[in-house]
Nanobody, 119 residues
Framework: QAQLVESGGGLVQPGGSLRLSCAASGFLFSSFAMSWFRHSPGKEREFVARITSDGRFTHYADFAKGRFTISRDNAKNTVSLQMNSLKPEDTAVFYC????????????WGQGTQVTVSS
């Protein structure tokens, strides 16, 4: 059974940093592109960052460029999101998503981890 479990969320002051992790199990992690999305109250879920299955290429939303870094470890079946210079508007539930390279209809979502940026 495929599973994604996020961790690392919490309360941080503006300007601070957090590192989110997503642990995958139950599927061939190295054949899935991994992404982070976030959902803030009153807003639609939005894309944050994506990394290809082999880790060679990354893509970021404009608001994440220069502040967030996505990475993965295919040996450990994990994907991470390093977030620096956090702002109050980054407050959201962050989700990781796995999307199959081989089947565009196959994807998995984690349950999310709350990030709150506040003084």
């Amino acid at each position: 059974q495929a599973q994604l479990v996020e961790s690392g969320g919490g309360l941080v002051q503006p300007g601070g940093s957090l590192r989110l992790s997503c642990a995958a199990s139950g599927f061939l992690f190295s054949s899935f592109a991994m992404s982070w999305f976030r959902h803030s109250p009153g807003k639609e879920r939005e894309f944050v960052a994506r990394i290809t299955s082999d880790g060679r290429f990354t893509h970021y939303a404009d608001f994440a460029k220069g502040r967030f870094t996505i990475s993965r470890d295919n040996a450990k079946n994990t994907v991470s999101l390093q977030m620096n210079s956090l702002k109050p508007e980054d407050t959201a539930v962050f989700y990781c998503k796995a999307a199959s390279d081989r089947n565009p209809l196959l994807s998995y979502w984690g349950q999310g981890t709350q990030v709150t940026v506040s003084s």
